[in-house]
């Protein structure tokens, strides 16, 4: 059964995907980068096959960082075009430059270190944006936190105050899908 509603046709991780999802995280965050570039692989596709590109290039660039940590240059690469062609159809140039800014950082880090500026000036030609990781807004304040929801709206992950990264704009991302996070 289809349930009625735009937003909820199709248009919001399920249960299943949302710990899924968060697996794929805890895995990246405990340096389980095999396991995390698979998960956020899967997930990618699924976010893609129910038409939320935002949310399939956010994954398909954690896919590709996952490989980057991994030093495997073919896979990383492969994931990347799949981020760059979601991120097409994306029209907040914001968030792209944003989940591409913060792909460029983690490859300098990584042992692909040494093709991070070939691929910045790449994705800079191909999406029309400068990625740009967010800095963090300056001017975080209390109510900026407390109007955070409790949920994600877009893939129902619980949001913690305390960890979410506000942009420049005083918007924020959720940490698990990359979706601006709406009261
Ligand atoms: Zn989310």
């Known amino acids: 059964m289809r349930r009625g509603g735009r937003r909820s046709a199709g248009n919001r991780l399920g249960d299943v995907a949302r710990q899924r999802l968060m697996e794929a995280h805890q895995r990246y965050q405990d340096g389980q980068y095999a396991e995390a570039a698979e998960r956020f692989g899967r997930m990618a596709e699924v976010a893609r096959e129910r038409n939320m590109p935002q949310i399939a290039a956010h994954l398909s660039a954690k896919a ?3 490989h980057a940590q991994l030093g495997d240059a073919g896979q990383m690469r492969s994931w990347l075009d799949r981020a760059v062609s979601d991120a097409r159809q994306v029209t907040d140039k914001d968030r792209t430059a944003r989940t591409f800014g913060t792909l460029v950082q983690v490859l300098r880090g990584s042992p692909l270190a040494g093709s991070a500026d070939e691929i910045e000036a790449e994705l800079r030609q191909q999406l029309g944006v400068t990625p740009k990781a967010s ?5 975080v304040n209390r109510s900026m936190r407390r109007q955070l929801p409790q949920r994600c709206s877009a893939c129902g992950a ?8 506000f942009n420049e704009d005083g918007s924020a991302d959720c940490n698990f899908c990359g979706s601006i996070l709406t009261g």
Do not use: I, K, L, R
């Open 135 to 139: 800095e963090g807004g300056g001017t």
């Open 158 to 165: 619980p949001v913690s105050g305390a960890e979410v990264q």
């Open 64 to 66: 590709a960082a996952s």
